[in-house]
Nanobody
Framework: QVQLVESGGGLVQPGGSLRLSCTVS???????????MGWYRHIPGKQRDLVAN???????NYLDSVNGRFAVSRDNAKRTVYLQMNSLKPEDTAVYYC?????????WGQGTQVTVSS
């Protein structure tokens, strides 16, 4: 059974930083290595948006509003993908979800709440 488990969310002041982690189980290391991993976020009342993703080749893609502040990375040996979030703003407040596409199926983590507030 494939599972994506996120961690690292919480409450942070504007300008602060958080690092989210998403660890995958239930897939082989090879499948993980060749798959694109992504982070999405859902703000109440809005659609779920792609925040960042990283391909197997290491290509990075970012939502315009986070480009330059967020950084996505992966550790294939640990089957883990990270989202380093710096210079956080109140508008970054959302539930953040890890996303993976393995063997023709899409998988989601349970989500982790990020709240940016003073």
């Amino acid at each position: 059974q494939v599972q994506l488990v996120e961690s690292g969310g919480g409450l942070v002041q504007p300008g602060g930083s958080l690092r989210l982690s998403c660890t995958v189980s239930g897939v082989s290391g090879l499948i993980f290595r060749i798959s694109t991993m992504g982070w999405y976020r859902h703000i109440p009342g809005k659609q779920r948006d792609l925040v960042a993703n990283i391909t197997a080749a290491g290509q990075l893609n970012y939502l315009d509003s986070v480009n330059g502040r967020f950084a996505v990375s992966r550790d294939n040996a640990k089957r883990t993908v990270y989202l380093q979030m710096n210079s956080l703003k109140p508008e970054d407040t959302a539930v953040y979800y890890c996303n993976a596409y393995f063997q023709l199926r899409t998988y989601w983590g349970q989500g982790t709440q990020v709240t940016v507030s003073s």
